[in-house]
Nanobody, 114 residues
Framework: QVPLVESGGGLVQPGGSLRLSCVIS????????MGWYRQAPGEQHDLVAS??????TRVADSLKGRFTISGDIAGAIYLQMNNLQPEDTAVYYC?????????WGQGTQVTVSS
């Protein structure tokens, strides 16, 4: 059973903001890192941002300045998305990694449209 629960997606107008949450719903997994990926229709999963157990963060170059990742991989991570544009429309997934194992959340839809 997937222990990651995402929330915070929805419909927003261009220029708007959303904050996604990914909560570890049970257990103590001591993940090595967590991150956000997104998948637009017909596209592959693309890395949006990641955070390690030491708190080191990384945001995809094309999203720097608009997206910020924060949180604690022992409990929950967040993705703050500002100045959203229609091309940001996608299903956003939370992923956690421990060694060779990866866990995925169920995804949350983000739609940017006027």
């Amino acid at each position: 059973q997937v222990p990651l629960v995402e929330s915070g997606g929805g419909l927003v107008q261009p220029g708007g903001s959303l904050r996604l949450s990914c909560v570890i719903s049970r257990g103590n997994f001591n993940f090595d890192a967590m991150g956000w990926y997104r998948q637009a229709p017909g596209e592959q999963h693309d890395l949006v941002a990641s955070i390690t157990s030491t708190g080191s963060t990384r945001v995809a170059d094309s999203l720097k300045g608009r997206f910020t990742i924060s949180g604690d991989i022992a409990g929950a991570i967040y993705l703050q998305m500002n100045n959203l544009q229609p091309e940001d429309t996608a299903v956003y997934y939370c992923k956690a990694k421990k060694g060779q194992l990866s866990y995925w959340g169920q995804g949350t839809q983000v739609t940017v449209s006027s």
